[in-house]
């Protein structure tokens, strides 16, 4: 069985700062990772995915992150963000081996301020 | 491409009533999946179909809940009597089979509401 943590339930941050989005995440089974992200009263939208290859990974939105299999972590940077970066983001796994089911962390509230 | 599409978008029973919630994936996606959101966590997955088969149902209360994808496109999902834990939004998602399979495509939910 696979786990997330997403350590952060909520992220204050100022507009054009830099933020950070940690996630670690437990499986005894090869996975795949994801960040998604869910604005408000709409579905999910996949930010970016970790499949294999280079451990840095960059997605839609300037938004990137980097895998870490010793620290058997996840986290989702950006290095400046906008007022639109509001939103809940939602770090998953899938077992490889499992028909890509999905098992998400509990979510991070990003606030931007101005 | 249209997305995944669901509706209602929002729904308010009485709790010991029954509700439905429809999905239509986008064309093509054999794989499909409904996740159940409560407020302030993150999605579990509910029951995932390939074509008109379960694939894992594992996690679906079916004393209560059940679903079907008749003809292997749309997808009901019924609730059938509610109760007031089940208040949440229902996510349906979903992924084709070849090319880039393990990326789930999103819905925009039913908000359900059981009072």
């Known amino acids: 069985a696979q786990s997330v943590t997403q350590l952060d339930s909520q992220v204050p941050v100022f507009e054009e700062a830099p933020v950070e989005l940690r996630c670690n995440y437990s499986?005894?089974?090869?996975?795949?990772l994801f960040w998604y992200v869910q604005y408000p009263n709409q579905g999910l939208q996949l930010l970016l995915k970790?499949?294999?290859?280079?451990?840095l990974v960059k997605g839609i939105n300037g938004f990137e992150a980097e895998f870490n299999k010793s620290q058997t972590s996840f986290h989702l940077r950006k290095p400046s963000v906008h007022i639109s970066d509001t939103a809940e983001y939602f770090c998953?796994?899938?077992?490889?081996?499992?028909?890509?089911?999905?098992?998400f962390g509990g979510g991070t509230r990003v606030l931007v301020k101005p | 491409e249209a997305g995944v599409a669901q509706s209602p978008r929002y729904k308010i029973i009485e709790k010991r009533q029954s509700v439905a919630f429809w999905c239509n994936p986008i064309s093509g996606h054999a794989t499909l999946y409904w996740y159940q959101q409560i407020l302030g966590q993150g999605p579990k997955l509910l029951i995932q179909?390939?074509?008109?088969?379960?694939?894992?149902d594992s996690q679906l209360p079916k004393d209560r809940f059940s679903a079907e994808r008749l003809k292997g496109v749309d997808s009901t999902l019924k609730i059938q009597p509610a109760k007031l834990e089940d208040s949440a939004v229902y996510l349906c998602?979903?992924?084709?089979?070849?090319?880039?399979?393990?990326?789930?495509?999103f819905g925009p939910g039913t908000r359900l509401t059981v009072l």
């Open positions: 499986s005894s089974v090869s996975v795949y």
């Open positions: 970790y499949l294999s290859g280079s451990t």
């Open positions: 179909f390939q074509n008109n088969g379960v694939v894992d």
């Open positions: 998602a979903s992924s084709p089979v070849g090319g880039d399979t393990d990326t789930q495509y």
């Open positions: 998953a796994v899938s077992d490889v081996a499992a028909g890509n089911k999905l098992t």
